[in-house]
């Protein structure tokens, strides 16, 4: 008990400390909503299930009073039956309306203004290379402005990788010869891991990077330095 | 229940599973009639305008579906228990099919003595996966003729008729294949 | 190791040495116990019948097999798994791709889909009173090519080829460009050859089930597991040539320089799509068939009727409908549009309604009836809320924008286990378990698979339920190290333990099984009270189980004529059962395969050649060999008289 102990501990701390559930951009806050209301209405089915197993399984479990009987033969029941195809159209529905919400929103990743900052995200066997506007270029690290709205160009030079950063946003894959986008605008000034999160060879597991968000004028102050 | 002699039944049975056998087949070639659309006309040439020639096209198209009209032929004799107008009937199948076959080698051989390969570009790839494809389903048909000729002579009748009857189904199968090929690959860049 | 050989040196990975140590110990063992025992004549037997039963009992043989081999795979993934930053013998990088590629091709092709074929072969002839299935010949056939795909993907480990590319083999990955050499032909042969078996066996499944149904049997009165049977073969019917052509083509961009699936020139994303056509219904393939297995039982050990059959059929056959439009929920990170990823969500949402039908059907099947604890029951108990906790899972992860944060992390590989060995894996034991007396005469120790089943089923909750919160801290799938600020370490630790324990249990299911052998007891007929036909019969049954055909005129006849004490009314003049057979011929084309494979896995045109005609040949052969000549003739004889 002792060893198992801290074991507990951790798992209590890390457990509330789920970063795709702890979202700095207000995307990655629709992604987690998502994720908690379906889990609240998947929770209520799972635990109508589980009421009436524990139920059936006690009470007609065999035992010396029953065990010669022979139960009534029992087509079904209409009402019954209606009733368990209806309510999880209702459950669905309030799932799905809010689905088909956000992810028509994650989609839309045209620039809101002049102002917007474009980076390319170039994704090869096995490192990142993410280029700004003015030609700067850096590895493995993302630098972004908080509180601005940033449009990545997500391209990729061999095989299939996806940028990944989850307390971010989620991820979108880079695909040889198209481009995808993503629209975010991180609201937290911190660093976050971000990975590889599909399967792309040898060093799959080591593309990682960081994702820096800082204040404004450190970032202008940032982009201007030569590297 | 059954009223029916043994060998009926069994063949029910047999044509039941070639039906979805056929049915596979005819997945399989959905998925090749889709790749060809999606990557045919290629990003570079060469081009599929460019390549095919409607006199071939036109010969090997009339040599296979004449083919299935002398296997007609050959059915009607397997109902009236003709051997010879059954015999005649698959070997003037096998000589049709045999001219298709040497109408689309010879479509092969060009393209390929041309430098036009597998993997010269992608309608060439697609092309040559779907239209191989069907040029090994009569191949094997060929053969298959030649099995069956053989088999006209050693096996019980009802047997015989069995197998005739199956190959029949595969060999119209075929052909209603080359159609849609005709249709797919060929007739939107000939004209 | 490095190895000097003829004076070049070659290097040997220490696994592949221990793998080939381990054939050097346990051959010679397997070798002894046959010779002492005398099985050959056994051995004889099986590997030349056309008979359903032995077939299908061959199939769950090598299924398990199959199952230890990748179930060691995992058990190394997760000990290299255990603690942040391990180094685990061999397996980082390269081979623990190996390694996961292995466990979920081999898991996926050579066990979950073939045990259930050979539960459907055990079963669904002797349920819907048919002395075999419609071509026993083609039956064997099919077994053989299963087999000789599953040994080809088997050995490429021994050969230190073993594929890398994961299960999904996504494209320009799987191209020659990326992973160059035989490793990932292993895959495409592997799952060519085998796959031609599994359509062979649907085909047969159907025509068996379309044909060869008792007198009276209608549609409207076959058990679940025949109807599930059917629905699957369908599937099967659609998803297996896709798959077929898939391989086809990756095969012309490995072998011969094609460009179907390479960036910039070809479409990366056409293979994902062609994928999942196939892979998505594959999910159902391998569910349906254990959904229509814990009906029979359930229904079975409550001693009550299946709730709501009719809804049962309705579902079953939604189910299947769906789950031909629903493969882009694979490909929601893919960029297809808003349009398409909302379409393919709500579809996606949409076969929660008719599984959650048979849920609540299964449930209520157990309301007033009553529920015997046997090892089958408890694993079809404990199919339940496992299986409701994966479904659950399958709903959040349809919700395409929620999906962007799931995909590709640990919560899609706790889901997918979740459903996978909720309902197939449970399911094969469970019918294993009550199928037992069918396959070999004797009954399974109840015992031993209590403790299997408590400690499999508390080892797989340890194992996966973790996992869901590990990916949603941000665990990637497929990586084989985490760092300890990734904060995945207490998840990865007990999943681990899990782990073990679930292969401790698999200890007690081998024991019980030679326990059985050696001392168990005779099963007798109708062990378990049952309410279908293959109760009906003898306990294993003969070859030809109905010659005296029962006439059906109710669902659960056998049931009503135990509890009404009448005997099942005979058939008078029944149709031809399909005829039986001893033959080599399927062992051939085997061999011929494997022959041709290899040609194609290291690009030797000679053996190309050779394995070519020699699997032709066995047309040839088959041609003039057909069981059937001796009995057609008879008949022409009789009918000239």
Same mark, same amino acid.
């Given at each position: 008990?002792?060893?198992?102990?801290?074991?507990?501990?951790?798992?209590?701390?890390?457990?509330?400390?789920v970063?795709?559930?702890?979202?700095?951009?207000?995307t990655?806050?629709?992604?987690?909503?998502?994720?908690?209301l379906?889990f609240?209405?998947?929770?209520?089915?799972?635990?109508?299930?589980?009421?009436?197993f524990?139920?059936? $399984?006690v009470?007609?479990?065999?035992?010396?009073?029953?065990r010669?009987?022979?139960?009534?033969?029992?087509?079904?029941? #209409?009402?019954?039956?209606?009733l368990?195809?209806?309510?999880?159209f209702?459950l669905?529905?309030?799932?799905?309306?809010?689905?088909?919400?956000?992810?028509?929103?994650?989609?839309?990743?045209?620039?809101?203004?002049?102002?917007?900052?474009?980076?390319?995200?170039i994704?090869?066997?096995?490192?990142w290379?993410?280029?700004?506007?003015?030609?700067?270029?850096?590895?493995?690290?993302?630098?972004?402005?908080?509180?601005?709205e940033?449009?990545?160009?997500?391209?990729?030079?061999?095989?299939?990788?996806?940028?990944?950063?989850?307390?971010?946003?989620?991820?979108?894959?880079?695909i040889?010869?198209?481009?995808?986008?993503?629209?975010?605008?991180?609201?937290?000034?911190?660093?976050?891991?971000g990975?590889?999160?599909e399967?792309?060879?040898?060093?799959?597991?080591?593309? !990682?990077?960081? $994702?820096?968000?800082?204040?404004?004028e450190?970032?202008?102050?940032?982009?201007?330095?030569?590297? | 229940?059954?009223?029916?002699?043994?060998?009926?039944?069994?063949?029910?049975?047999?044509?039941?599973?070639?039906?979805?056998?056929?049915?596979?087949?005819?997945i399989?070639?959905?998925?090749?009639?889709? $790749?060809?659309?999606?990557?045919?006309?290629?990003?570079?040439?060469?081009?599929?305008?460019?390549?095919?020639?409607?006199?071939?096209?036109?010969? =090997?198209?009339?040599?296979?579906?004449?083919?299935?009209?002398?296997?007609?032929?050959?059915?009607?004799? &397997?109902?009236?228990?003709?051997?010879?107008?059954?015999?005649?009937?698959?070997?003037?199948?096998?000589?049709?099919?045999?001219?298709?076959?040497?109408?689309?080698?010879?479509?092969?051989?060009?393209?390929?003595?041309?430098?036009?390969?597998?993997?010269?570009?992608?309608?060439?790839?697609?092309?040559?996966?779907?239209?191989?494809?069907?040029?090994?389903?009569?191949?094997?048909?060929?053969?298959?003729m030649?099995?069956?000729?053989?088999?006209? #002579?050693?096996?019980?009748?009802?047997?015989?008729?069995?197998?005739?009857?199956?190959?029949?189904?595969?060999?119209?199968?075929?052909?209603?294949?080359? %159609? %849609?090929?005709?249709?797919?690959?060929?007739?939107?860049?000939?004209? | 190791?490095?190895?000097?050989?003829?004076?070049?040196?070659?290097?040997?990975?220490?696994?592949?040495?221990?793998?080939?140590?381990?054939?050097?110990?346990?051959?010679?063992?397997?070798?002894?116990?046959?010779?002492?025992?005398?099985?050959?004549?056994?051995?004889?037997?099986?590997?030349? $019948?056309?008979?359903?039963?032995?077939?299908?009992?061959?199939?769950?043989?090598?299924?398990?097999?199959?199952?230890?081999?990748?179930?060691?795979?995992?058990?190394?993934?997760?000990?290299?798994?255990?603690?942040?930053?391990?180094?685990?013998?061999?397996?980082?990088?390269e081979?623990?791709?190996?390694?996961?590629?292995?466990?979920?091709?081999?898991?996926?092709?050579?066990?979950?889909?073939?045990?259930?074929?050979?539960?459907?072969?055990v =079963?669904?002839?002797?349920?819907i009173?048919?002395?075999?299935?419609?071509?026993?010949?083609?039956?064997?056939?099919?077994?053989?090519?299963?087999?000789?795909?599953?040994?080809?993907?088997?050995?490429?480990?021994?050969?230190?080829?073993?594929?890398?590319?994961?299960?999904?083999?996504?494209?320009?990955?799987?191209?020659?460009?990326?992973?160059?050499?035989?490793n990932?032909?292993?895959?495409?042969?592997?799952?060519? @050859?085998? +796959?031609?078996?599994?359509?062979?066996?649907?085909?047969?499944?159907?025509?068996?089930?379309?044909r060869?149904?008792a007198?009276?049997?209608?549609?409207?009165?076959?058990?679940?597991?025949?109807?599930?049977?059917l629905?699957?073969?369908?599937?099967?019917?659609?998803?297996f040539?896709?798959?077929?052509?898939?391989?086809?083509?990756?095969?012309?961009?490995?072998?011969?320089?094609?460009?179907?699936?390479?960036?910039?020139?070809?479409h990366? @994303?056409?293979?994902?799509?062609?994928?999942?056509?196939?892979g998505?219904?594959?999910?159902?393939?391998?569910?349906?068939? =254990?959904?229509?297995?814990?009906s029979?039982? %359930?229904s079975?050990?409550?001693?009550?009727?299946?709730?709501?059959?009719?809804?049962?059929?309705?579902?079953?056959?939604?189910?299947?409908?769906l789950?031909?439009?629903?493969?882009?929920h694979?490909?929601?990170? @893919?960029?297809?549009?808003?349009?398409?990823?909302?379409?393919?969500?709500?579809?996606?949402?949409?076969?929660?309604?008719?599984? +959650?039908?048979?849920?609540?059907?299964?449930?209520?099947?157990?309301?007033?009836?009553?529920?015997?604890?046997? /090892?089958?029951?408890?694993?079809?108990?404990g199919?339940?809320?496992?299986?409701?906790m994966?479904?659950?899972?399958?709903?959040?992860?349809?919700?395409?924008? /929620?999906d962007?944060?799931?995909?590709?992390s640990?919560?899609?590989?706790?889901?997918?286990?979740?459903?996978?060995?909720?309902s197939?894996?449970?399911?094969?034991?469970?019918?294993?378990?009550?199928?037992?007396?069918?396959?070999?005469?004797?009954?399974?120790?109840?015992?031993?698979?209590?403790?299997?089943?408590?400690?499999?089923l508390?080892?797989?909750?340890?194992?996966?339920?973790?996992?869901?919160?590990?990916?949603?801290?941000?665990?990637?799938?497929?990586?084989?190290e985490?760092?300890?600020?990734?904060?995945v370490?207490?998840?990865?630790?007990?999943?681990?333990?899990? =782990?073990y324990?679930m292969?401790?249990?698999?200890?007690?299911?081998?024991?019980?099984?030679?326990?059985?052998?050696?001392?168990?007891?005779?099963?007798?007929?109708?062990?378990?009270?049952?309410?279908?036909?293959?109760?009906?019969?003898?306990?294993?049954?003969?070859?030809?189980?109905?010659?005296?055909m029962?006439?059906?005129?109710?669902?659960?006849?056998?049931?009503?004529?135990?509890?009404?004490?009448?005997?099942l009314?005979?058939?008078?003049?029944?149709?031809?059962?399909?005829?039986? !057979?001893?033959?080599?011929?399927?062992?051939?084309?085997?061999?011929? &395969?494997?022959?041709?494979s290899?040609?194609?896995?290291?690009?030797?045109?000679?053996?190309?050649?050779l394995?070519?005609?020699?699997?032709?040949?066995?047309?040839?052969?088959?041609?003039?060999?057909?069981?059937?000549?001796?009995?057609?003739?008879?008949?022409e004889?009789?009918?000239?008289?």
């Amino acid at each position: 008990m002792k060893k198992l102990l801290p074991v507990l501990i951790m798992l209590f701390l890390t457990g509330c400390n789920v970063r795709t559930l702890n979202p700095v951009s207000e995307t990655g806050a629709d992604q987690a909503f998502l994720i908690k209301l379906s889990f609240g209405i998947m929770m209520f089915v799972v635990a109508v299930v589980c009421v009436l197993f524990i139920i059936f $399984t006690v009470k007609y479990h065999e035992n010396d009073l029953n065990r010669k009987d022979i139960p009534k033969h029992e087509e079904g029941s #209409r009402v019954l039956e209606i009733l368990w195809t209806t309510i999880p159209f209702v459950l669905l529905a309030i799932l799905a309306v809010p689905t088909v919400m956000y992810t028509f929103q994650a989609s839309n990743t045209e620039a809101g203004s002049e102002d917007t900052l474009h980076v390319d995200v170039i994704a090869e066997q096995w490192n990142w290379t993410f280029a700004y506007e003015n030609g700067k270029e850096t590895h493995k690290e993302l630098v972004l402005p908080v509180d601005r709205e940033v449009v990545l160009h997500l391209k990729s030079t061999d095989v299939i990788h996806s940028f990944w950063v989850p307390r971010l946003i989620g991820k979108r894959d880079t695909i040889p010869g198209e481009e995808n986008e993503l629209k975010v605008t991180p609201d937290q000034t911190g660093t976050y891991q971000g990975k590889c999160a599909e399967f792309c060879g040898l060093g799959h597991t080591d593309m !990682r990077f960081d $994702t820096e968000v800082i204040p404004a004028e450190e970032f202008e102050e940032w982009l201007s330095e030569e590297k | 229940m059954s009223s029916k002699l043994m060998s009926e039944e069994l063949f029910a049975d047999k044509k039941t599973g070639f039906f979805i056998y056929l049915f596979v087949e005819a997945i399989m070639f959905t998925t090749l009639f889709a $790749t060809y659309l999606i990557y045919t006309p290629p990003q570079t040439g060469p081009y599929p305008g460019e390549l095919f020639e409607w006199q071939t096209t036109l010969f =090997a198209s009339l040599f296979l579906i004449s083919s299935s009209g002398t296997l007609l032929l050959s059915e009607k004799g &397997l109902k009236e228990r003709k051997m010879k107008l059954i015999v005649a009937g698959v070997v003037i199948t096998f000589l049709l099919g045999a001219g298709f076959m040497y109408f689309e080698i010879e479509e092969f051989r060009k393209f390929i003595t041309d430098g036009h390969v597998v993997s010269t570009n992608n309608f060439l790839s697609a092309y040559y996966v779907l239209v191989g494809l069907h040029a090994v389903h009569v191949t094997f048909g060929l053969g298959w003729m030649i099995v069956l000729l053989v088999q006209g #002579r050693l096996l019980p009748f009802n047997l015989f008729k069995e197998k005739h009857k199956i190959f029949n189904y595969y060999w119209h199968f075929v052909d209603a294949i080359w %159609i %849609i090929i005709l249709l797919v690959v060929y007739i939107p860049y000939l004209f | 190791m490095e190895f000097s050989f003829n004076g070049k040196s070659v290097f040997v990975p220490t696994d592949v040495i221990a793998g080939w140590l381990s054939v050097l110990i346990i051959t010679p063992i397997v070798l002894y116990i046959i010779i002492k025992n005398r099985y050959w004549s056994t051995i004889l037997d099986y590997t030349t $019948t056309t008979n359903h039963r032995k077939i299908g009992t061959l199939y769950i043989l090598f299924s398990m097999l199959f199952f230890l081999r990748a179930g060691v795979d995992a058990l190394f993934m997760r000990t290299q798994l255990l603690t942040p930053e391990n180094e685990f013998w061999v397996f980082q990088g390269e081979k623990y791709n190996e390694l996961f590629t292995t466990h979920g091709t081999m898991m996926i092709f050579f066990v979950a889909t073939p045990i259930l074929i050979g539960l459907m072969n055990v =079963a669904v002839p002797l349920q819907i009173g048919a002395n075999d299935l419609a071509f026993p010949y083609l039956n064997l056939v099919g077994f053989y090519l299963f087999l000789t795909g599953g040994t080809i993907f088997f050995l490429a480990f021994f050969f230190n080829a073993a594929p890398n590319m994961g299960w999904t083999a996504y494209a320009p990955l799987s191209t020659d460009s990326y992973t160059p050499g035989p490793n990932n032909n292993f895959y495409i042969f592997g799952l060519q @050859v085998s +796959g031609l078996g599994t359509i062979f066996a649907a085909i047969n499944m159907m025509a068996t089930i379309i044909r060869l149904r008792a007198p009276g049997l209608t549609l409207s009165r076959m058990p679940l597991f025949p109807w599930a049977t059917l629905i699957t073969s369908f599937l099967i019917l659609i998803a297996f040539p896709v798959l077929a052509i898939a391989l086809l083509l990756l095969q012309f961009d490995r072998l011969y320089d094609a460009t179907f699936f390479l960036g910039e020139l070809g479409h990366p @994303v056409y293979w994902q799509h062609l994928f999942w056509i196939f892979g998505h219904p594959e999910v159902y393939i391998i569910a349906l068939p =254990a959904f229509g297995i814990f009906s029979d039982i %359930i229904s079975n050990f409550s001693r009550k009727n299946v709730f709501g059959y009719t809804s049962m059929v309705i579902s079953l056959t939604l189910i299947g409908l769906l789950a031909l439009m629903v493969w882009v929920h694979h490909m929601f990170t @893919v960029g297809l549009g808003a349009f398409s990823n909302t379409f393919f969500a709500i579809t996606s949402m949409l076969i929660a309604v008719p599984t +959650g039908i048979k849920v609540f059907n299964w449930l209520f099947t157990m309301r007033r009836g009553v529920i015997s604890m046997k /090892a089958p029951m408890m694993f079809a108990l404990g199919f339940i809320p496992t299986f409701v906790m994966g479904g659950v899972t399958g709903v959040m992860l349809s919700s395409a924008a /929620a999906d962007m944060q799931f995909h590709d992390s640990y919560f899609v590989v706790a889901h997918l286990h979740y459903v996978i060995i909720g309902s197939t894996i449970l399911a094969a034991f469970a019918a294993i378990y009550y199928w037992y007396p069918i396959m070999t005469g004797k009954i399974l120790d109840d015992t031993l698979g209590k403790w299997h089943f408590w400690l499999f089923l508390i080892g797989f909750h340890l194992t996966f339920f973790l996992q869901h919160l590990a990916g949603l801290d941000g665990m990637p799938r497929r990586v084989y190290e985490y760092t300890q600020e990734d904060g995945v370490w207490s998840y990865n630790f007990i999943s681990s333990i899990g =782990a073990y324990l679930m292969a401790v249990s698999m200890l007690f299911f081998l024991w019980n099984i030679i326990k059985t052998h050696r001392s168990g007891a005779k099963a007798g007929d109708d062990p378990w009270d049952g309410r279908t036909l293959e109760w009906s019969v003898p306990s294993p049954p003969p070859e030809h189980p109905f010659e005296r055909m029962p006439v059906i005129d109710r669902r659960d006849m056998f049931w009503w004529s135990k509890i009404n004490n009448k005997p099942l009314p005979v058939a008078k003049n029944p149709r031809p059962s399909p005829i039986a !057979r001893r033959t080599f011929q399927p062992m051939f084309l085997a061999g011929s &395969l494997f022959i041709l494979s290899f040609g194609f896995i290291y690009g030797w045109v000679w053996v190309q050649i050779l394995g070519g005609i020699l699997s032709l040949s066995t047309f040839v052969i088959r041609a003039f060999s057909d069981e059937r000549t001796e009995a057609y003739k008879r008949e022409e004889e009789e009918n000239e008289q």
